[in-house]
């Protein structure tokens, strides 16, 4: 579970087909839907590396991607995101 202002996104363990750091790089970055600054970065998003995603971004140096089923990404990011992407795969694996 994910809190954020406006509510909750929530994603089962059982989707999670791959979880890592992520690390932002110098790529075109396109804004879909969203808002990014001051704030952090909240929408859907496009770059060249991973194409589509939905971000929940407050700092980039503490972010995380997370894929869904082959399909959706997320980019999260929070405090110790090292610690969360270990815990998470730690998970997958069992």
Known sequence: IMERILGQVYISYSDITDI???????VAEIRIF???GLGGYIGKFYNSKIGFYTAYVGDYSQAFLIKINNREKY???CRHAEKIVEEVKS????
């Open 91 to 94: 998970r997958l694996k069992q």
């Open 34 to 36: 969203g808002i990014g």
């Open 20 to 26: 890592s750091l992520y690390h932002r790089e110098n």
């Open 75 to 77: 980019v999260m990011s």
